[in-house]
């Protein structure tokens, strides 16, 4: 009876490490909640009662809805051997884990906010960049956020109370530490293993392998668990098992190339300007809901609907960015690849060999060079434009100071130092210039806000309400740029191509945005969010509008063949933009977009968990309707995958 009491007391004793297990669980449940993915489906006794009856074989499947179970499971492996200490001892490193712990679970909520996803090991080897995207971070934070690291301050409070009682600790029996360190152990293994594997069973293996997006990752590991397999994936793909590629998975490459460049026909602007200059404009966050679009009697964009009405108009194009953002826009630009899966493809594979379009147009005899007004080393562009064929890269140092708004110098000075040098370079040239006013938070001097918003005056408004005063003054600057370019007579012997490189990141809860768009469920949002504007302008060319889908991979093959090239002759994934019957846009989760179709994946990574949709209706229909451009989307992605991580444009026969 006395053992029994024993027992009892040091069971009861361990109240402590219960609630601050249960304290971490309500974070993890947090981000669950942010981020919108299912954590149970079933309440707190409900779901100890049908994990008991799954204990004593009943087969409640419901524990297995969400990542509750597995999310138990990994806390306990992230922290049982707490049990093996006690008293101060205890409290101490408890604290530790708690700081730790808490600020990962805090770091993933603010960065989910902005990117939809996690953070993963690669992006926490870019971490050189957070400094200077701190304006955003601070924009994303929550007043609900603070409960996450609420209890961290008080833990220190208490640790720093007891530290200075001195009251004697009596100390369990190591045995019955050791005991239950080992059964919470066991507990938790089981409890992340059996759901983990049953995900895998369940058809997640594919998914889970592949990694396409990291929240589909976290549907199969929870938040905790999320990390774990990430950091254990780092280390095998990078030091324990790095893929290497045989000679006949090389030759399947080049074949797949061959056989998609055998399809390629020149296209009704062949031609049409070639030996002309040529400047791309890249526009932050500029999405294509603003264009032709008024804000009480005022046009929120009218130059850029000017060249609209004088140049070709794709309304139906769309980004295609990952976690690398306006990177990824740069990169899809230039060498009509994917972006990765993790991480940008600036920063994991600067050392690759590129078929990249201003190499292409170096051999022909353009002078090439990017204009942005931001440090070298950000995203790693002074190391991966030579790789691209960029004869200079115009940097902050190489602009002259002027007013910041944002990030750097405005965009008005930007474009008006650009256009200077541009009119002393050797021609023809071909520069890209990436703007920068308009990054998120949006944020524009009182001066400079000239629309009229009312009716967007609320504080959950202020970001929609910044964007548009924000995309209104870069489109002043694009006016007095054109401008520039045609009272410096070069107007009429260079084409311009502008885009916008990603969206605003307005989530669909951004009640301001659906209402000015009109969005109304998810299928709407999906598009919208999406849609980004192209304009070309090519001297001599009459004004059109193309109603196909199109994307940002498409450019480098279509702008090549307009400037006389030869697009067959590279390894292009992306299409001919004037080719209708197979137009579709391909997301890095595996999403798409046809000129019939829209498809959105599920979160879960499993294909018949994805919504299809006929788009001229927005019905829903069965994703075998969908499957043939699914399928065509993920070798694309696995194709371009393939050629990063392989590095296999340096492997092919030349």
């Known amino acids: 009876m006395d053992k029994l009491k024993t027992a009892g007391k040091f069971v009861l004793g361990q109240w402590d490490y219960a609630l601050f297990v249960l304290l971490l669980l309500g974070k993890v449940y947090y981000f669950s909640k942010v981020s919108g993915n299912l954590f149970a489906t079933l309440g707190p006794v409900e779901f100890v009662s049908g994990f008991a009856a799954r204990l004593f074989g009943a087969g409640n499947e419901q524990v297995f809805d969400g990542v509750l179970m597995i999310s138990v499971g990994t806390l306990l492996l992230c922290t049982f051997w707490l049990l093996l200490l006690s008293g101060r001892k205890r409290l101490f490193w408890m604290a530790i884990t708690n700081i730790v712990l808490s600020f990962v679970i805090l770091a993933d909520t603010v960065y989910f906010r902005y990117f939809e996803d996690i953070i993963s090991v690669t992006v926490l080897m870019q971490m050189g960049q957070v400094g200077d995207v701190g304006d955003s971070i601070l924009a994303l934070f929550r007043l609900s956020d603070a409960l996450l690291v609420v209890d961290v301050l008080l833990m220190a409070v208490l640790l720093v109370v007891i530290a200075r009682k001195k009251t004697a600790i009596q100390k369990p029996s190591p045995w019955a530490k050791v005991g239950t360190a080992l059964l919470v152990l066991v507990i938790g293994w089981q409890m992340t293993a059996v759901p983990f594997n049953k995900s895998m069973e369940n058809g997640g293996e594919w998914q889970f392998n592949k990694l396409i997006s990291n929240m589909r990752v976290y549907n199969f590991t929870g938040l905790l668990g999320f990390h774990g397999a990430n950091i254990t994936r780092y280390v095998e793909d990078n030091w324990i098992n790095r893929k290497v590629y045989s000679t006949d998975e090389i030759s399947a490459a080049q074949d797949w190339f061959d056989e ?11 031609g049409a300007a070639s030996g002309h200059n040529v400047i791309v404009l890249q526009v932050e966050a500029l999405q294509q809901f603003v264009i032709n679009a008024e804000v009480n009697g005022q046009e929120i964009t009218p130059n850029l609907n000017r060249l609209i009405r004088e140049g ?28 990765t899966a993790e991480g940008s493809a600036y920063m994991l594979y600067a050392e690759n060999t590129f078929d990249a379009l201003p190499a292409v147009l170096q051999e022909q005899g353009y002078q090439t060079s990017v204009f942005h007004p931001y440090k070298p080393s950000f995203w790693n562009r002074y190391l991966i434009y030579p790789r691209l064929g960029i004869d200079r890269f115009y940097s902050e140092s190489d602009f002259d100071e002027a007013e910041v708004i944002g990030w750097a110098i405005n965009d008005e000075a930007l474009l008006d130092q650009s256009l200077a040098e541009m009119a002393t370079l050797p021609e023809p040239f071909y520069s890209h210039i990436v703007t920068l006013t308009s990054h998120h938070p949006f944020e524009m001097p009182e001066r400079l806000q000239v629309l009229d918003t009312e009716g967007y005056g609320g504080y959950h408004d202020r970001h929609f309400r910044n964007y548009l005063h924000s995309i209104h003054y870069v489109d002043q600057a694009i006016g007095k740029f054109v401008d520039g370019l045609d009272q410096k007579g070069m107007l009429d012997h260079t084409m311009l191509a502008i885009f916008g490189d990603h969206s605003t990141g307005m989530t669909p809860d951004t009640e301001a945005f659906n209402k000015f768009t009109g969005v109304e469920d998810p299928f709407e949002y999906f598009e919208a969010n999406k849609n980004v504007p192209l ?6 060319v009459e004004p059109n509008t193309f109603s196909q889908v199109a994307s940002q991979l498409d450019l480098a093959p ?18 001919d933009m004037w080719n209708t019957d197979d137009a579709q846009a391909t997301f890095r989760d595996g999403s798409f977009i046809t000129n019939e179709l829209s498809f959105i994946a599920s979160s879960d990574g499993l294909y018949e968990n994805g919504s299809c949709f006929w788009r001229m209706t927005g019905e829903a229909v069965g994703v075998e309707a969908c499957e043939e451009p699914f399928l065509e989307g993920t070798k694309e992605l696995e194709m371009s995958d393939d050629m990063l991580r392989g590095n296999l444009l340096d492997k092919f026969e030349r």
């Open 260 to 270: 998609r460049n055998a399809q390629r026909i020149p296209g009704p602007y062949s």
């Open 558 to 575: 279509t702008l090549l063949d307009i400037l006389g090239g030869d697009p067959s002759a590279h390894h292009f994934i992306g299409r």
């Open 535 to 540: 304009i070309l302008n090519i001297p001599g």
């Open 312 to 339: 070709l108009y794709f309304p139906n194009f769309y980004e295609q960015t990952a976690l690398g953002r306006t990177s990824d826009a740069e990169f899809l630009l230039n060498t009509s690849l994917y972006p």
